[in-house]
């Protein structure tokens, strides 16, 4: 496996893989899969990766800004996705690593994350890169006519913005 910078030519296949984390109604309040253009407008060009194997790809990461003013520029927000038959293989934590190792080589000192409580699984992946949990939002918004609630994680770097 490979964790490699994502191209737009590889769309097809990322934007598959958050179809289905949609589909799955615990990963996003979403419910139709952007374009490719407002999605690349939306996320940083910064630790955008993916993970391939044999020409396809299992999982993709990306961070999206916070907030566009400059103080916050080391600010952002995570999305990580794997697909559904590549989950639990180490996928997920080989991306996490890279987007980490990325976002600190171009000056990042913060990653949050926001999921649904019931995501155990991604709220185990992201404390165990550091994140710690700093908040809980109840019946932040409707899914499907469903209130849900929401945690948020953060993950504060160790080596960037300390001074």
């Known amino acids: 496996m490979e964790i490699r910078k994502m191209r737009a030519d590889d769309w097809e296949q990322v934007s598959k893989i958050y179809a289905d984390g949609i589909a799955g109604r615990n990963a996003t309040f979403e419910t139709v899969v952007p374009s490719w253009e407002y999605w690349d407008e939306k996320h940083l060009d910064v ?30 927000e995570n999305s990580i996705y794997i697909a559904n038959d590549a989950q639990g293989k180490g996928i997920g934590s080989a991306l996490m690593q890279a987007m980490i190792d990325d976002s600190e080589a171009a000056g990042i000192w913060m990653i949050l994350c926001t999921t649904f409580e019931e995501n155990v699984a991604s709220i185990g992946l992201h404390k165990k890169f550091g994140f710690r949990m700093i908040g ?13 609630n929401t945690v948020m994680l953060e993950r504060r770097s160790p080596v960037v913005g300390n001074d």
């Open 136 to 148: 809980y939002r109840e019946r932040i918004a409707k899914l499907d006519g469903i209130w849900r």
């Open 47 to 76: 630790a955008r990766l993916v993970a391939e194997e044999n020409g396809e790809i299992l999982g993709w990461v990306a961070l999206g800004a916070v907030s566009h003013r400059e103080v916050y520029r080391g600010v952002t």
